[in-house]
């Protein structure tokens, strides 16, 4: 109800005595008063006023207003002269410092029937929260407005019968009065709370609670005789959590307010006034630990709780609820959600400071111990990247050449490949698999490494290499760890292979012949176990152009998102769309199969891919001149002598000749130029042919995609030096040449070029 | 082929003559340009390239050419080539080089037209 109405209701037509110095002087109480619309008799001392009751009969007046300066008897003793007299004794007394006087402390006088209400406990109160106390005056007065409109609120839910909303509203309010020491408001919302969630009458719950927050707000309105407070600066957090960042959540800014002053001289405080604000600011700083309401519009603490804690990016933080929900139940759900702690409101800020401060403690250690982990496991993998080889350019021999690569699923792993030079025409294989992950793993392979290095120099047969290693591990090898390897001689010269399998996945042939297929009928077993096994040996022969594709079962084993195997077939069909792509580019291409089948799910093994091919495919020629070179200028000039000397022995004309070299000579160097981008390894082939009336020319290398022929003319309306560089070589090749084809195939471009033997003379 | 160079000037200081023989391709193409950086400074007006003895020229040969003229021409001087073997030839033709050039048949028409310049100038050629 509007206060001016109640005012009315509650004198019930009889007037107000007003005692002050000054009655008839404009800004006086007793003009205020009437400008409430209430009628009034003024009295400018104590006496007079005593005098005025006796003579009129203490019945005309329903309320007495003294103004706290009235100079003689004073305020005080006028006070208790009137509780002296049996006459007075029940009639309300109000002191107010001065006008305007405040509708609602009246109000509180006249409810609480003239009892002399205490006044707050400002001192005990601010010393429970840890401020100051006119910083705690200031948050009380910024706080009455809101508890009227809480009022206001709670009253037109429960005449709408609102239980739920009631219920709400009376918790808000119970909670904000709570932490700032109201605690007869508190108990009265909080009955009504109870009230509402058990069903029960609502009527009388609420005219408790409209009588103590009248209470209140009339000990809040006394509270203005102190001289306004001053805002203590707030100064830099000390101590050493100072860099620590607290987020308050609570959507009562009152709440909020209390908490940040209370903890910002020991932290760097961030607040959001609901759950999702919260989430977001999580999101964009993630805080050193959440303070969290539970009960907010939207999501509720539990919901912000929980959703923090199922990020891996968030899991860590702790958080801690703050709440006036106390009950055991409650309690449990917090815990059940993830909360580290539970601390509940009205709070003592010596115990939220003392447990805030031991979690935030034991979070900087948990960070430090993982930070050094972290940093021990990065050089970790850096020292077990440079074990395995990686300069596959120096281990090319003759027509050999290999690729590898290996990708632990966590920062080390147990995966391994190998591959050196037993002499100058053999080269020996090996690839593996620790059982397990992560550092025993990896403790492990490079103890087989090294072992295997060790021993394929006393011996250079695969079988016994495997047996050696066996009984090396087996011996010493408490924790009954494993590997399965498969290891290979390769004599560069031939493409003779020698090898033996230690329980490993068989390797696949890969080549322009057929089909991939498995190298080995038998896998043989496991190395480390048992001392004394025999590991069976196979010989094959790779054909020119054959890469032995060796990996484990990292590959074959790699998970889909939705739970599906990768498995040999499928890796099998993907290869047999490459059969005859560079070792390299083989490795690059099952890698980044695997990824692509993986998709968003985690590496759930350790990867390693070897790939050894021997020779280059080659397509049968007749009488025709196959060169194979590096993308290099001299290697290019080189083939341009080799071309120039088939073709001066074969009396093919000079003009053709001339044509046929300087489209080598430009496609090449655009090759080397543009394609390969001057990586000297890059491969070039050349093949030249000579049919009865034209020279074949075809070139083919595995850089980028690049047609040639899709490339725009030069633009010979600008003069030759103003045009950009570029188009000139390729330009200058189709005028010359008769014909020009290019495809993309095999992972190669392929440019053929046909040359006229002889020319009509009027070209 | 590899590129040898000969490198002349004449009695007045006013002009360089270069002799490349062999063959100007993508991989001999910076030796020529590393070659005549070095007489391009400075105020030479006149640069001949007596091509008699190249055999062969690529892109890669004609664009050092045409860079050599640009920075000539930037300082006012120009460049006079003679000599073109008929393939060579072709394949200035072919990238549409000639029109910005000149070339002259042999280095007796070469000298008449330094010649009438100078005359027509009073001075160095432009």
Redesign the interface.
Known sequence: MEPRAALAEALGGRSVLVVEREPDAGGSLAASLRALGLTVASAGSGPEALLRLAREGETAFGLVVLAGDLPGMGAAGLERALRGRPETRALPVVTLPGAPADPVALLGALDGGGRAMPPFDLAGQSARLGLAPPELAELLHAFAPQAVQHLADLAQLVAARDAAGARREAHTLAGAAGNLGGAALQHAARALEHAARDGGDLDAPLAAVERAGRDLLASIARLAVEAPAAERAPAAPRGELADRRVLVVDDVPTNVDILARALRDDYRITIAGDGESALRSVAHAPPDLVLLDIMMPGLDGYEVCRRLKRDPATRDIPIVFLSSLDEAPDKAKGFEAGAADYITKPFEILEVRARVGALLRAKAYQDAVRELLESELRVAREIQRGLVPRDFAALTTGAVECFACLEPARAVGGDLYDVFRLDDRRLCLVIGDVSGKGIPAALFMVMTLTLIRGIARLSGRPDEILARVNDALAADNPSSMFVTLFCAVLETDSGRLVCASGGHPSPLLVGPDGAPRPALATEGTLVGVLPGVAYPSAELALAPGETLLAYTDGVTEARSPDGGLLGDARLRAFLDGRRTGAPRETVAHVLAAVRTFAGTAEQADDIAILAVRYGTPTVPDAGGLALELRATLDDLARASESVRGFCEARGVPADALHDVLLSLDEVVSNIVTHGYRGDASGRITVRLALESDHVRLEIRDEAAPFDPLGAAPPDFQVSADARPPGGLGVYLARALTDSMEYERAGGENRLRLTRALRRPASE | MPLTLRVSKDADGQTVRVHPAGSL???TAPTLERELTPLIGGTLKALVLDMEGVT?V???G??VI??A??QLADRGGSLLIANLQP?VAK?FE????I???SIFRSIDELDDYLAAMQRKAGGPPR
């Open positions: 391709d993508s991989t062969f690529s892109s890669a004609i664009r045409l860079a003229r640009k393939s394949a072919i990238v549409r080089a029109p910005d050039m």
